[in-house]
């Protein structure tokens, strides 16, 4: 990608990714409490769901603290609903939403923002359509330059890795990047290691959880092994980072905790 602001490609390859703990399984639930918790069980490093303040009246000035207070760091956050296919009033509806996302992670101290492409549907991503994402993109990044984006495969258009990469290739700017998830890909039967070697130099986050069955669970559980993911994109120097998410319907702080020591051992082998 062109620009000056430096990307996670062009970061060291001696830098070791980090992993963060997900809020999203958390996102309703007091905010200050779920901080206190994942203090106690070692979960530091966090990627903050903005649910609670998209949704609800948390301020990010109360959250900073509370976080302060439990020595926990935000590295990333992630955005609630939007949708850049839209155009007209719909879309400057978006960019009010956004602005408002992007100054409660500045305020979090969190350097990037997790968003989705939008909700087009695959038969309705036509070349109108593409022309249309691309450029609400660029003004995103033009509007906010010292925030990195990256973009989730999500659902519709976005569960095709050929769509983000056309659509990443074409914005080319330094400040938005795939958040990669293979289990969404998994989900409706894309493998992910064919989407990682369409998307693999875009990636700049990447989220673990499970697979059991069709229903989500813990990472390091179910039917799909994303060991080989990790491994090729450490491999091949990857320095982004990984949050480790649960959105299944057993206790949400067990299963977290499960997963998240898995991908720290994991990561800590692989590194060894």
Known sequence: MSG?????RQASASIRPRVFASTTGH??????ATMAVFARLGLRDLDLNLHPFVEGELTAGAAAEAAAAHGLRI???????CDFFQTGPEIDSTFT????QVNIAVRLGAPQLRLFFGRRSFFEYTRAAHETVCRNLVRLSKMHPDLMFVFENHDGASLHPEVCREILERVDRPNVWMNFDPINFAKVHV?????LEVLQPYVAHVHLKGLDQGKFCEFGSGQVDLTPIIERLIDAGYPGSFSVEYEGTDDPTTRLFEGYTRAKSLLAKLDS
Do not use: N, Q
Not at 4 to 8: A, K, L, N, W
Not at 97 to 100: D, Q, R, V
Not at 191 to 195: H, I, S
């Open 27 to 32: 996102k309703r639930e007091p905010l200050a």
């Open 75 to 81: 590295w990333a956050a992630s955005g609630g609903w």
């Open 4 to 8: 000056t602001t430096p990307g996670p």
């Open 97 to 100: 939403s956004i602005a408002k």
């Open 191 to 195: 493998d992910p290691m064919g989407a």
